[in-house]
């Protein structure tokens, strides 16, 4: 079975500190996304990448955040000047152009910033 | 917008016990629809699906079918163990666009011995 990795599984930071937060899609795969969930809530939609562009993002995604694809396997997010707020766990998935109801999540990385 | 509602949690069962988490829908066209578990300390995994009206998807002795004159995608099963203990998550995603998805407030399930 394929599988979406993440890394790193748990992030400690402090306040005002740059994260980078890193996934490796689906070798095929051509959509890709950024998931997050607080503590106890629902999963929230970031941002979708498609074609080395964002194609979509939520009102949650503001300036201190970005994505990218630095080559051909990772798909990463940067958050810019983390807040205590940012705590959550992020999920990066992906999907496959041929099959687009079928979204493949990583296991997920857990970012507590204090 | 697109939007899920599901019942509100927690959810206690006994073993062997029916479930039923009901998830309704607003949506433009003709969404997928998902259920996706999460048990405790880990992500998110894909239950089951359904693609198009009237489809039923099931997996694991779970099961749920697409109602589009009612908007809605029930996760039932009939007899739950205590290792069904998790969040269930209702899910739709646009067959269109970015496919984004998303999801529901998410339902407690405690199922006791």
């Known amino acids: 079975e394929p599988e979406v990795t993440q890394t790193p599984s748990h992030q400690v930071t402090q306040m005002g500190q740059e994260v980078i937060l890193r996934c490796v899609p689906i070798?095929?795969?051509?959509?890709f996304y950024w998931y997050r969930q607080i503590l106890g809530q629902k999963v929230e939609f970031l941002v979708s990448?498609?074609?080395?562009?964002?194609?979509?993002k939520s009102e949650i995604f503001d300036d201190q955040f970005s994505v990218e694809r630095p080559d051909g396997s990772n798909f990463t997010l940067k958050i810019r000047s983390t807040k205590l707020e940012d705590s959550a766990m992020y999920f990066c998935?992906?999907?496959?152009?041929?099959?687009?109801?079928?979204?493949?999540f990583g296991e997920g990385s857990w970012l507590t910033v204090v | 917008g697109d939007s899920v509602t599901q019942m509100e949690g927690p959810v206690t069962l006994s073993e062997e016990a029916f479930l039923t988490i009901n998830c309704t829908y607003t949506a433009t066209g003709y969404p997928s629809l998902f259920w996706y578990v999460q048990y405790p300390g880990e992500g998110l995994q894909l239950l089951l699906k359904a693609t198009k009206a009237d489809d039923k998807g099931s997996n694991k002795g779970f099961e749920a079918t697409y109602r589009k004159e009612t908007t809605s995608f029930h996760l039932e099963k009939g007899s739950v163990q205590v290792s069904d203990s998790a969040v269930y998550f209702c899910a739709l995603s646009r067959n269109t666009g970015g496919f984004k998805t998303i999801f529901g407030a998410g339902t407690r399930l405690f199922v006791k011995a």
């Open positions: 990448f498609y074609n080395n562009e964002i194609s979509e």
């Open positions: 070798s095929n795969h051509l959509y």
């Open positions: 998935a992906s999907r496959d152009r041929g099959r687009p109801n079928t979204i493949y």
